[in-house]
């Protein structure tokens, strides 16, 4: 378990104690945000792996509650949100993402009208999902420190952006919400179902299922 916590608290400095904070400038301003990104991408990788890692040798078996049926079926709805999620975050070009800042400048996709941060929600509702499901020690410090990340992660990145003085971003920020479907009910942004990219709906929903059957596969834990 100690090995989990080292490379739990490694994975939260590496992107609260570097990407949310001005060292993040200062390594880009020395480095360059190529080799930056690339040493990040590298340290977020290993420090990952390590988790799971170290996840995969601990007992699972020191529960903080026994999920009952109930949060069995919550945490399977709230990965089916997470899968979408996903699949029409990473299909869409989100100016909030790595290397493509140019995005903002174009008319902003439908998932980005209900969110700007598609998948980091993702992540977030997959930690949540997991939590709930197993109610383990280990599971609470792997996927709560992933869903840590997502949720202070957005706020990262919404300090960042919103220092730039670019007008796109400004306009980009006025008529999006972090929180989603916060813009549409303030009524900052409108969204129209002929707005949304219906084929990565379509690949999210193929994503949960893939999840669904694989789960013992990937997990060691079959959900049938």
């Given at each position: 378990?100690?090995?989990l916590?080292i490379?739990a608290?490694?994975?939260l400095?590496?992107?609260l104690?570097?990407?949310?904070?001005?060292?993040?400038?200062?390594?880009v301003?020395?480095?360059?945000?190529?080799?930056?990104?690339g040493?990040y991408?590298?340290v977020a990788?290993?420090?990952?792996?390590?988790?799971?890692?170290?996840?995969a040798?601990?007992p699972?078996?020191?529960y903080?509650w026994?999920p009952?049926?109930?949060l069995?079926l919550?945490?399977?709805?709230?990965?089916l949100?997470?899968s979408?999620?996903?699949?029409?975050g990473?299909?869409?070009?989100?100016?909030?993402?790595?290397g493509?800042a140019s995005a903002v400048?174009?008319e902003?996709?439908?998932?980005f009208?209900?969110t700007?941060?598609?998948?980091?929600w993702?992540?977030?509702?997959?930690?949540i999902a997991h939590?709930?499901?197993n109610?383990?020690?280990?599971?609470?410090?792997?996927?709560g420190?992933?869903g840590l990340v997502?949720?202070?992660g957005m706020?990262?990145?919404?300090?960042?952006?919103?220092?730039?003085?670019d007008?796109d971003?400004?306009?980009?920020y006025q008529?999006?919400?972090m929180?989603?479907?916060?813009a549409?009910?303030?009524?900052?942004?409108?969204?129209?179902?002929?707005d949304?990219n219906w084929v990565?709906?379509?690949?999210?929903?193929?994503l949960y299922?893939?999840?669904?059957?694989l789960?013992?596969?990937i997990?060691?834990?079959p959900?049938?």
């Amino acid at each position: 378990m100690e090995l989990l916590a080292i490379a739990a608290l490694a994975f939260l400095a590496t992107h609260l104690g570097v990407s949310g904070t001005p060292l993040r400038g200062v390594l880009v301003n020395s480095l360059g945000e190529g080799l930056y990104q690339g040493l990040y991408s590298l340290v977020a990788v290993v420090t990952l792996g390590l988790m799971i890692y170290a996840y995969a040798l601990v007992p699972h078996h020191d529960y903080l509650w026994h999920p009952s049926r109930g949060l069995h079926l919550l945490a399977a709805a709230l990965m089916l949100v997470s899968s979408v999620l996903l699949a029409m975050g990473l299909l869409s070009k989100n100016p909030t993402s790595v290397g493509m800042a140019s995005a903002v400048r174009q008319e902003i996709a439908g998932i980005f009208r209900i969110t700007r941060h598609p998948v980091q929600w993702a992540f977030l509702l997959w930690a949540i999902a997991h939590v709930l499901a197993n109610g383990d020690v280990a599971t609470l410090i792997l996927a709560g420190t992933i869903g840590l990340v997502s949720g202070l992660g957005m706020l990262a990145i919404d300090a960042r952006r919103r220092r730039a003085p670019d007008t796109d971003w400004q306009a980009f920020y006025q008529s999006t919400s972090m929180i989603p479907f916060a813009a549409l009910i303030a009524g900052r942004a409108r969204l129209a179902l002929g707005d949304l990219n219906w084929v990565a709906f379509a690949a999210g929903l193929a994503l949960y299922a893939a999840f669904y059957l694989l789960h013992g596969w990937i997990a060691g834990v079959p959900l049938r």
